[in-house]
């Protein structure tokens, strides 16, 4: 089976950021790459990169602005085609591997793609895949990954098995990983290449939603083993076996319920949801005879019968971007065609706001923007305002009085502040490769459109240099 194998480099761990540099790279049967799209994205003039960003993947933003050709629409159209152009070739469905890419690229990717017009599902001819549940789940299985694993981490307290840890454990990476996204793709491809000799595990079929097959147990009281890595080191055991049973389920997705937590605690924290080709769940094949984990499962059916997969989700309330999935098929359709059409009027007959705040912000990225409108700069400024200012929800939902930590977007004074102090680290430590990066940042800061607009009202101590 062909497959893409990817990695994304971003300006943010939230999806209301953007990509920074990309890396595609087909391959064939044997992992022999075939075909490869890899580049870099301009940064947006609605997007100021955090500090911690910037140290972790290691951007001067002025020389990648410099180095840097496409704008986010136009890598965004080069990526779509590239994935056409593969499943073409393909004459089929293509496997789409990342390395902890469930959790973070494929989303973010899937956000770029729909706000610059692009549908992220290709036609259902994409099949996802992690290929860190490969590893987690070669941790369980081959004794010889799990040894080199653990010899690599003797002395710490925690398990990792972030790609860098892993390639270097078996010999497949030298140094440091380079963060760097073409480098990383082919890292992952040397893992994945050892990962199917070694162990027998496709990266590019192998299914770690292995709860599938008992979907059709749900509501009996069935109850399963699922096992996961021991993270705490100073265990003795390596997997953590915890009881399991299906409370709803139809042919991709799950709702379960995990019994050591119901013993403890007897409300919904105990339910997750899981589904093909997104969620690691390695399962024992038979059920468990043991009667008091059977009266258990029961119990816990019997009192959470009224959630289903169709109300297990609470409706968010965070920013579009941030749960872009709230755009339904026919708002997503009228979207990209008003987009590709250059046309709001398209959105006129949707209730809902997602597509038409979308594509304000698909405008305001536009890099031919003339901000010398008075209209034009008052709806910019408004956004910059929103987003920088403190208002931008990034939390799925906040409960009415207790607002979490990093529930809104980052106040831009609280992100110089947090420029200033990494700069003062740089400079007692004389990390001067840190301090570039982070003079770089603050240049690009002060020379953005939304501080030459907003900046007064943003960073008081900055009012002079605004505009």
Known sequence: ?????????TTDRNCIGQILSYSFILVDDDLKPIDELSGL???????????????????????????????????MARIAEFIFSCIRRAKGAVAFIGYNSSRFDLQYLRTSLIRNGHNPYFDQKLSARDLLHVVQKAYLTCEPLRAAVLNARKGEKKLSLSLET???????????????????VLLTIRLAAWLKKETGLDPATYEAYEGLRLHTTAGSGAVYLAAEPQYDLSEKAFSVRTPHTVLAADHKRALWINLDRYASKQDPSAISW???????????????ADRELQSLARAAIKQFHGITLNNFFRK???????DIYRLDFQALDLFCQAVRANK???????????????FTR????????????PATRE???????YRYGGELQLARVVEEGAEAEGARHARLSDMVRALEQARDAALAQNAAEDLKLLNSLESFYRDSEVVRVAGGELVPAWRRSAA
């Open 274 to 288: 899981r589904s093909a080709q997104k969620s690691a769940f390695f399962v024992e094949p038979q059920a468990s």
């Open 1 to 9: 089976m062909y497959a893409i194998y990817y990695d994304l480099e």
């Open 41 to 75: 994205v301009r940064i947006s003039r609605l997007q100021l990169p955090e500090a911690g960003a910037i140290l972790a993947n290691r951007t001067d933003v002025l020389e990648h602005q410099r180095k840097a050709v496409d704008y986010e629409r136009d890598a």
């Open 362 to 373: 698909y405008r305001l990225a536009a890099p031919d923007l003339d901000l010398a409108d």
């Open 344 to 358: 709001r009027d398209l959105l006129a007959g949707l209730t809902a706001p997602e597509a038409k705040v979308l």
């Open 166 to 184: 892993v390639t270097r454990a078996l010999g497949l990476l030298e140094g440091v990983q380079a963060h760097e996204s073409r480098e990383d």
């Open 379 to 385: 709806v910019f400024k408004r956004y910059a305002l």
């Open 316 to 322: 968010t309330t965070c920013d579009v971007e941030q």
